[in-house]
């Protein structure tokens, strides 16, 4: 059974940085490209940054590119986003998802707010 826990989200200054963390169990973590989701309050669901199974290729959201950084760590199947430079509209739920078996998990998700 895929799972997938995110953490790490809070309440930040425009300006400042978060790191989120996504651990996943259930399923080989090393074989699977991983992404991150965000949904802001009254909007759709969108892709901020999606990672290739072992790291060598990540691809942003232009809304994103040069503050965010995705990244993993295999040996301890967890996902990370580092975002720099937040700002106001960078708040939402921000969600880790990976494909597996043609379905897609999800995690709880975790609250981003930025806020002065």
């Known amino acids: 059974q895929v799972q997938l826990v995110e953490s790490g989200g809070g309440l930040v200054q425009p300006g400042g940085s978060l790191r989120l963390s996504c651990a996943a169990s259930g399923f080989t973590f090393s074989l699977y490209g991983m992404s991150w989701y965000r949904q802001a309050p009254g909007k759709e669901r969108e892709l901020v940054a999606v990672i290739s199974s072992v790291g060598d290729s990540t691809t942003y959201a232009n809304s994103v590119k040069g503050r965010f950084t995705i990244s993993r760590d295999n040996a301890k199947s967890t996902l990370y986003l580092q975002m720099n430079s937040l700002k106001l509209e960078d708040t939402a739920v921000y969600y880790c998802?990976?494909?597996?078996?043609?379905?897609?998990?999800w995690g709880q998700g975790t609250q981003v707010t930025i806020s002065s």
């Open positions: 998802a990976v494909r597996v078996y043609g379905l897609r998990s």
